[in-house]
């Protein structure tokens, strides 16, 4: 049984989301808090609906019906840049990085895409002053030493191997100093040495104070790191709870972990 969990004191706040494609109800009526600085994963099977989700929190999708409320602020209806400016960030499954564009370059354009002036003024912006192009530099190179992307600023990020590409992704969406981050699939790809890296540094995140809310196949990723755990099927919320509570849902087992070596 899914135990409630206290609404009072959560940072996000997901109610009653849905989303339709044509006919197929992707997700159904999906609703749960998370609070501040803990690490929240929602996992499912493909197609289970965890992308739409994400899309519909970050405001990339309109929902069909419901509502996402950061700290009492509706974010439902904002544009994606809206709701990075609120502190919510996320990354892709899919990497969305500029082969051609250097290591630095690709985390500027993540820093401007932060706040009121919007993607468009926030390319402009790259080309502003030296000055200032220099400052934006200096602010990102703590988060490139921390991922070890320090020697690697000026490479083109289609030479970077996949982890480190990875890497550049969660810098881009650390620049913005958010208070919470949406990650989606981050381990996908990557070796168990890397996963092991990224482990740790989510954890740091979150012990940074930042709040995160991971999509990710990798159970045992999600089983170390996790604080409270989300399960859909088919678009619906079918359990939430402790890693140890998931882990003996029936349901669960029988519907996805059953599929799983874990
Ligand atoms: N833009 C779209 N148009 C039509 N159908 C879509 C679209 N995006 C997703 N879907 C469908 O909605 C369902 C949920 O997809 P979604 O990408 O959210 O799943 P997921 O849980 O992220 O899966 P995966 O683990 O494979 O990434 C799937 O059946 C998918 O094919
Ligand atoms: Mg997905």
Do not use: C
Request: zero cysteines; charged letters at 25%.
């Amino acid at each position: 049984m899914t135990k409630p969990l206290n609404t009072f004191n959560s940072l996000l706040q997901i109610q009653k989301l849905d989303k339709f494609f044509g006919g197929l109800h992707a997700v159904n009526s999906v609703s749960f808090d998370v609070k501040p600085g803990i690490i929240k994963a929602v996992i499912g099977p493909n197609g289970a609906g965890k992308t739409t989700l994400f899309n519909m929190i970050a405001g990339y999708y309109t929902p069909g019906g419901g509502q996402v409320f950061f700290k009492d602020v509706l974010l439902t209806g904002m544009q994606p840049f809206q709701v990075a400016g609120k502190g919510v960030f996320r990354t892709f499954q899919n990497l969305k990085l500029s082969h051609r564009l250097s290591v630095m370059d690709n985390i500027l354009l993540g820093r401007h895409t932060r706040g009121q002036a919007g993607f468009l003024a926030g390319m402009l912006a790259l080309k502003k002053s030296r000055r200032e192009e220099k400052e934006a530099e200096e602010a990102v190179l703590p988060i490139l030493e921390w991922l070890n992307l320090l020697d690697l600023k000026d490479t083109e990020v289609g030479n970077l191997s996949f982890g480190n590409q990875r890497a550049v992704e969660l810098a881009r969406a650390l620049v913005s100093d958010p208070a919470m981050l949406l990650l989606d699939e981050p381990a996908a790809g990557l070796n168990m040495h890397e996963t092991e890296e990224l482990s740790q540094r989510i954890q740091e995140i979150r012990d940074q104070g930042r709040t995160i809310l991971l999509v990710e196949h990798d159970m045992s990723l999600v089983m170390e790191i996790s604080d409270e755990i989300v399960v859909l099927n088919f678009g619906q919320k079918i359990a939430e709870g402790k890693p140890k509570e998931i882990q003996e849902n029936e349901e669960v087992i029988r519907i996805y972990l059953g599929g799983e070596d874990a």
